[in-house]
DNA sequence: GCGGTTTCAGCAACCGCTTTCAAAAACATT
DNA sequence: AATGTTTTTGAAAGCGGTTGCTGAAACCGC
C-alpha cells in the first residue's frame, strides 16, 4: 500500500506537501509539483479515498436509491446517471429500497449517511412522513426523479398534461372511444395527474371517460385489453400507463388475432427499450429518461437549478394509425 | 455529527469500550453494552465508515462492473446482487466500464481500488492484458459474470451444452433447417462456444449449419431474419443468440405476416424480461441471471467455492411448435 | 480472607490524508 | 545591504474509529 509518506520520502519532501500538490490547492513550485507527480505515477499511488472522506467528512459519492432495477425506465436513468458521474469523477452508490418497504428505506438511508455519500438521487421513490423526516434530519441533498418528495427538487414530466397531448392525440387521428388502461389513479401524484389530464382532454368532446385501473405491468395491460375487449362496446384505441402495459395490450390484441392499429390503436407511455420490440412498434408518449437522470445527477452534484418540467413528446410507430 | 465519543461521554466510558460494544467484539458486561446501545440509538447514532474502512484498510463495500445498464440481462442480475448483499450489509458500488473501453475500465478498476472495495464483480466485462494485469496487482479478489476472466472464478452457463441443447430442442420437434442467428462467432467465448455447440447438434444429423453473426441485438436479428428469408430456401427455425434477437426476428415476421412458430419457429436465449413481452412468448433458452448474481456475489463475499456451471433449462412459450 | 484467574475498561497509538499555523526561503523594494 | 513581501515548505493536530496492551475489578477455589 503506497502511501502519500511514501512519495513525501522519496521526493525529499513532507506528506503536506504531496497532499497540497496531489490536490491542485496551490502552495508549491514546479519544480516539487513535477516531482512529486512523476514519482505518484511511478509508484502506481492510489490515493486512499476512506482517509481523504474522514476529514472532508464527505465523499464524492453519490446514493441512487431505487426501488429495483427491473423495471424498463430505471436501465437508461441509470445509464444517464452513470455516464454524467464518470465524466464528473464522481462514483454511485447503488441501493434498492423495494416498493413501499418503509424498512428497507430506512435501511438505505442509514447506508448513505454512513458511507458519507454528498447526495442522494431518487429514482420513483416514495417517501413515508418518517423516512422524509429521516432525511430532514440527515441534511444530506436529494433530487428526485419521477416522483415529487416535498421539500425537494424533482426532475419530471408534468403528467396531467402528457396524458392530456396524448389523449388529445388519439382524438386527433379520430378515435373517439379511448379507454385508459393499467395506471393507478389511487396513486396521489403520476396517476392521478394522467387521469386528469385524460379526462381534461376528453371533457371537451363530451366522451365518456373509461379507466382501467392495473400498476403500469404488461400483465395489467393484458388484463386491462381482456376487459375492455370483453365489453360490449370495446375502444377504439387504448391509451396505456406505460410501455408495458401497452405491450400487454398488444400482445392481447395479437392473441385475439386483432390488429393494430386497424382494431385497436394502442398509445403507449415511456418510450422504453420495449416500445422498439413489440409489433408493430409502439407510438408512445416519451419520457427521456437517460436525459432526465443527467439533469437531476447534475442539479445534485453541481446544485444548479433544475428546470421546472422536462419536455415530453409523442414518439410515432406504428401502434396509433387514423380513424 | 454523533460520534462514538459523544456516546462515550454520556455513557461514562471510553470510546474504545463503545466501539468494543458496536462491534460485538466482546470484553464488556452487560450492562455497560445495554447503556451503550441504548443511548447510540437515543442519540441515533451514525457510524462513519470512512473512519472504520480507514483503519481496517477495506470496506463493506463491494464494486460491481457493468457495461451498462441498458442490456436486458444486467437488470436482473443487479437486482440478484442487491437482495443478497441487502440481507448481508453489503454495500453496492456501481461503475460503467463501457464496451471495450479499456481507458474506462482502467478508470473503473482506480476507483474500485481507491475506495478499498472488498471485491469485484463484473457482468459480462472482457478484460485486456493491461487492465488483468492492474487487476492482479491490486490484488483484489473478482468473480466474473458470464465472462471467462483468466485467473478469476466465473459463474456462467455452459454456452456450448445450452447451444447443443437448444438446437437438440429444435431438431426434436421435428425442424431441419435451422439457422443460428445474431452470434459473434469471432467472441472467444459466448460466441464460439454457442457456435460449437449449435455445430455439434447438427453434424450427427448431416444438416448444414447457417450462421448469421450478429452482437446478440434486436436489429441484429431483424436483420438475420431479414436475410434469411430472402434466401432460396428460408429456414424453418431460427435460434436467436438472445432474446432481444429473437424479438427482433418475430418483429420482422409479423411484419412479413409470417406466422410464428407455425411458418418459422424461433428459439431465443436468456428468458429475459423481453421473453414475455413479444407475441407469440418466446420459448428459449434460460439463463437464471438473478441467481448468478446472488452466487456470485455470495462466492466473492463468503469465498465459497463456485459451482462449475450454472443449470440452464428450456424455457417453453410459445415460439417453437412442432413440425 | 488470600493468591490466582478471568472479565472488564481505559490508555494510547494508529489508519492515511488534510489543513492550519509558523518558519524558512525566495524574491522584490528602497 | 537591509528591510519588507510573497512564496514555498514543514510540523503537528485532527478526522472517527479500532485494537493491543495494561491495570483494575470481579470472581474463583481453598
Known amino acids: 500500500m503506497v502511501t502519500i509518506k511514501d512519495i513525501a520520502k522519496q521526493a525529499g519532501v513532507t506528506p503536506s506537501t504531496v497532499s497540497r500538490v496531489l490536490n491542485q490547492s496551490g502552495g508549491y513550485s514546479d519544480k516539487t509539483r513535477q516531482k512529486v507527480l512523476q514519482i505518484a505515477a511511478e509508484l502506481h499511488y492510489q490515493k486512499n479515498e476512506a482517509a481523504s472522506n474522514l476529514v472532508a467528512q464527505t465523499s464524492n459519492v453519490i446514493g441512487v436509491l431505487i426501488t429495483n432495477a427491473t423495471t424498463s425506465f430505471a436501465a437508461p436513468i441509470i445509464d444517464g446517471i452513470e455516464d454524467w458521474a464518470y465524466q464528473h469523477g464522481i462514483r454511485i452508490l447503488l441501493a434498492h429500497c423495494g416498493l413501499n418497504d418503509a424498512a428497507r428505506l430506512k435501511a438505505c438511508l442509514d ?163 420495449v416500445a422498439d420490440l413489440v409489433y408493430p412498434g409502439l407510438t408512445t408518449v416519451e419520457q427521456p429518461f437517460a436525459q432526465m437522470g443527467q439533469l437531476a445527477i447534475e442539479a445534485l452534484v453541481m446544485k444548479t437549478p433544475l428546470p421546472d418540467q422536462v419536455a415530453y413528446q409523442i414518439k410515432e410507430r406504428h401502434s396509433v394509425g387514423w380513424r
Open 111 to 273: 447506508l448513505m449517511a454512513g458511507q458519507k455519500v454528498s447526495g442522494i438521487l431518487s429514482i420513483s421513490v416514495q417517501f413515508d412522513a418518517t423516512n422524509l423526516a429521516l432525511l430532514k434530519q440527515l441534511g444530506l441533498p436529494l433530487v428526485s426523479l419521477g416522483v415529487k418528495v416535498d421539500g425537494y427538487p424533482t426532475v419530471a414530466i408534468d403528467d396531467e398534461k402528457a396524458a392530456y397531448t396524448g389523449t388529445k392525440y388519439l382524438l386527433n387521428r379520430g378515435y373517439r372511444r379511448i379507454a385508459l388502461a393499467a395506471i393507478d389513479p389511487t396513486d396521489p401524484q403520476t396517476g392521478q395527474a394522467r387521469c386528469h389530464g385524460y379526462q381534461r382532454a376528453l371533457q371537451k368532446t363530451g366522451l365518456a371517460p373509461l379507466i382501467i385501473p392495473g400498476d403500469y405491468s404488461f400483465q395489467a395491460g393484458y388484463q386491462a385489453a381482456k376487459q375492455l375487449w370483453q365489453a360490449a362496446l370495446p375502444p377504439e384505441a387504448i391509451f396505456a400507463a406505460s410501455d408495458d402495459a401497452a405491450a400487454g395490450i398488444v400482445f392481447y390484441a395479437q392473441s385475439q388475432g386483432l390488429a393494430v392499429p386497424e382494431q385497436l390503436a394502442v398509445l403507449g407511455f415511456d418510450n422504453s427499450y
